[in-house]
């Protein structure tokens, strides 16, 4: 099983810059890929970004150029740096790690954009 905890998230005015973090525990051994998604109220969820172990990183269309995502291996977290925030962005960010013993997920850190 793997662990994982969001947190970072928080209100911003657009034009803003918010970091969320997601700390993995348990078998992160396992661990393939992480990634972030995001679900909006009504909306299913989407992928925002994703790195592989050997960084590799792919984005949505919408962040790219202003969210980037990174991890720290020895500290066991994945980051998502987002700025120039817009309204649009808004959401429930969602953790994901994909590993050989499944798909597993944070509980998610709420992300408001708004004066």
């Known amino acids: 099983q793997v662990q994982l905890v969001e947190s970072g998230g928080g209100l911003v005015q657009p034009g803003g810059s918010l970091r969320l973090s997601c700390v993995a525990s348990?078998?992160?051994?396992?661990?393939?890929?992480m990634g972030w998604y995001r679900q909006a109220p009504g909306k299913r969820r989407d992928l925002v970004a994703r790195i592989t172990n050997t960084g590799s990183t792919n984005y949505a269309d919408s962040v790219t150029g202003r969210f980037s995502i990174s991890r720290d291996n020895a500290k066991n977290t994945l980051y998502l740096q987002m700025n120039s925030l817009k309204p649009e962005d808004a959401a429930v960010y969602y953790c994901?790690?994909?590993?050989?013993?499944?798909?597993?997920w944070g509980q998610g850190t709420q992300v408001t954009v708004s004066s």
């Open positions: 348990g078998s992160i051994f396992s661990i393939n890929i």
């Open positions: 994901n790690a994909m590993s050989g013993l499944g798909d597993f």
